[in-house]
């Protein structure tokens, strides 16, 4: 028995001097502070615990595994703590990135300032996207679906407003269906356009799957079909209530389609079509969702059509909210306003997200210029902290009827995004009507 305990000590002992010596080089070789800090944090934790875990059978008395026990549990509650302060004061500090980080997950998360860091320092410049007016529109991998649908509006300025002849209204179910299907057919009625019903069920069977563990082929049919058959049930309640809005809205000329198939003959259904307009809240799989995995928000950054999301119907729009933040698309959000034509005589209000990021500033003065050119009234806002609470955003965003949005929801899933709040989900969860432009 003592020299079996001898090996295991001698095992543990010798691992942990391998831990801490590949920590050491890490921290030696390493190109930047968060990554000699992740080697530094396994070194303190693993390596150490290791040593002193052979330390204790070593002794080989209670007293000194009771005494090594307790280290390790103080290490394992203190070295991950420590760890994370000390990586997120360097961010803050503006530590610099290695040239292996292609993308920093943090970006509009912490307020990230730089003091005294020499750009040299760094191994490789880092590409970065500033949000700048002056930047081309992110275009459809299909660029013909994003063309106007008269072609008399082809050669006519981007933000040149064009009527909404014809509208998608996705019946898709929910809580919010009925409030979107209202609103597509006064959009509709409005306009002296076309409504198009349009249903579906998704993609084929076996386009559902991914990788499957040995034995789960039965049970991911199983999922499959369940979801389906409750998709299926929402498109014939969603479509029940849209033919019985089309029978007392004789003005409005109305067709129905379902489709379940491939992507592609969705996308062939929306081309040519002017505005989506979809319920807030429902997700791919008949359920509901949170913002950024809702249909709305999958179709927006498919870019093939101008969406609205309707959360609650607003029979008038007189104010509208422009959200302006350090993502690049947000400096097309006025010009996509304009070129839906929606809501011609409502005023504008520019909120900026943390406008002491690049091109925030620059974003919302150009927006608003734009917009004042072609007529509207525009009211900029005081600036938004990125450290903003929830309660207190809420009754500023209630006095809208309406937003333009670049997306539903910044959140990238992680431990990050359990702990802050996303002011576009703020703004999704409160105003009534969404744009996606």
Not at 189 to 218: H, I, Q
Not at 298 to 322: D, F, G, Q, T
Request: overall charge neutral.
């Amino acid at each position: 028995m003592s020299a079996l305990r001898e090996i295991l000590a001698a095992l543990l002992l010798v691992g942990g001097a391998a831990v801490v010596a590949l920590a050491a080089l890490g921290v030696a070789r390493l190109p930047d502070p968060f990554s000699r800090m992740h080697a530094a944090a396994k070194a303190g934790v693993a390596g150490a615990g290791l040593l002193l875990l052979g330390a204790g059978l070593a002794f080989g008395t209670a007293a000194a595994m009771l005494t090594v026990l307790a280290a390790v549990a103080f290490l394992l509650l203190t070295a991950p703590v420590a760890s994370h302060a000390l990586g997120r004061a360097a961010y803050v500090a503006g530590a610099p990135l290695g040239a292996a980080s292609m993308a920093d997950a943090l970006s509009g998360v912490l307020d990230r300032r730089v003091f005294d860091i020499d750009p040299a320092r760094t191994l490789r410049t880092r590409p970065t996207s500033p949000a700048t007016p002056l930047e081309e529109p992110v275009m459809s991998a299909i660029p013909e679906f994003r063309r106007p649908a008269d072609p008399a509006l082809r050669d006519a300025p981007a933000t040149a407003p064009g009527a909404l002849r014809r509208i998608v209204c996705c019946l898709v179910g929910g809580a919010s269906q009925a409030e979107a299907t209202a609103q597509a057919f006064d959009l509709a009625g409005r306009g002296g356009g076309s409504l198009t019903g349009l249903s579906g069920a998704g993609l084929e069977a076996r386009m559902w799957r991914g990788p499957l563990p040995v034995g789960g082929a039965f049970w991911a049919d199983w999922l499959t079909s369940r979801s389906r058959q409750r998709i299926r049930e929402n498109c014939a309640a969603a479509l029940q209530d849209f033919q019985g809005r089309a029978v007392a809205t004789p003005g409005v000329e109305v067709a129905a389609r379902h489709e379940e198939g491939q992507a592609a003959d969705l996308v062939r259904t929306l081309a040519g079509h002017e505005l989506v307009v979809l319920p807030a809240g429902m997700g791919p799989h008949g359920v509901e969702c949170t913002p950024g995995e809702e249909i709305a928000a999958s179709l927006a950054r498919a870019r093939l059509v101008p969406v609205l999301r309707v959360r609650r119907k607003v029979a008038e729009v007189r104010s509208v909210l422009i959200f302006v933040g350090a993502s690049p698309a947000c400096g097309m959000l006025a010009a996509g306003l304009l070129r839906t034509g929606l809501w011609p005589t409502a005023d504008v209000s520019i909120l900026p997200v943390a406008d002491y990021r690049a091109g925030v500033a620059a974003a919302v003065e150009a927006q608003a210029a734009l917009l004042r050119a072609a007529g509207r009234k525009v009211r900029l806002l005081p600036s938004l902290d990125l450290e903003f609470e929830r309660q207190d955003l809420q009754p500023r965003l209630a006095t809208f009827d309406a937003a333009v949005l670049c997306c539903l929801s910044t959140h990238h899933g992680g431990l990050f995004d359990m702990v802050r709040n996303c002011a576009h989900e703020a703004v999704a969860d409160t105003v009534p009507v969404v744009l996606l432009p």
